[in-house]
């Protein structure tokens, strides 16, 4: 499930039972499907081709006669009879919507206004400094130190040199 999908609506308990108070218990289970089915979808609507298949039935007489005479009522139809959903439910879904819109451009000002001042490459004191390869080279402060088990050769003690020059550099200019 994508971080953008919805995964929860309000279902109003006193105008949920007294719109639904005259469906079977098999007429009220589609019906609770259907909803949650259409819910999840980007566009809050089902296909008309798919919603015997939703409610675990073929396409026959059965599936025909629960949806005329007990679920279509409860549902209204896109502009070309393709596609199905819920006044209700959408309404919800639209508001959910317009929620997450507001609540990420009120994130997107506020993550402006704390980043505004601050330095994208800011090198803190006391990380590492050198590859994998050579881990007893450290950056603390202004000291470079180097494993006491070393000799150092000129070509070191130069390396050395540039690296606590580097060292210097960076920490002064934080």
Same mark, same amino acid.
Request: glycine share 0%; hydrophobic share 35%.
């Given at each position: 499930m994508s971080k953008d999908s919805n995964i929860w609506f309000p279902m109003y308990a006193n105008e949920f039972i007294s719109h639904t108070t005259h469906l079977s218990n098999t007429s009220l289970g589609c019906y609770i #499907? @259907?909803?949650?089915? !259409?819910?999840? =979808? #980007? &566009? !809050?609507? @089902? =296909?008309?081709r798919n919603l015997h298949k939703i409610c675990g039935y073929s396409k026959g007489k059965k599936w025909e006669t629960i949806w005329k005479n007990d679920l279509e009522e409860l549902f209204i139809y896109n502009n070309d009879n393709t596609k199905v959903t819920n006044k209700r439910l959408l309404e919800e879904f639209? #508001?959910?919507?317009e929620l997450r819109i507001r609540r990420q451009a009120s994130s997107k000002v506020a993550n402006e206004v704390r980043w505004k001042n601050h330095k994208k490459h800011v090198l803190r004191k006391g990380i590492r400094n050198g590859s994998e390869s050579s881990p007893?080279? +450290? /950056?603390?402060? %202004?000291?470079?130190?180097? &494993?006491?088990? $070393? $000799? /150092?050769? %000129? +070509? =070191?003690?130069k390396e050395k +040199?540039?690296?606590?020059?580097?060292? %210097?550099?960076?920490?002064n200019n934080i």
């Open positions: #499907k @259907l909803l949650n089915i !259409c819910f999840l =979808q #980007k &566009d !809050c609507h @089902l =296909q008309v639209n #508001k959910i919507k007893h080279l +450290e /950056l603390h402060k %202004d000291n470079i130190y180097i &494993d006491k088990y $070393s $000799s /150092l050769t %000129d +070509e =070191q003690r +040199e540039r690296l606590k020059f580097n060292a %210097d550099m960076l920490n």
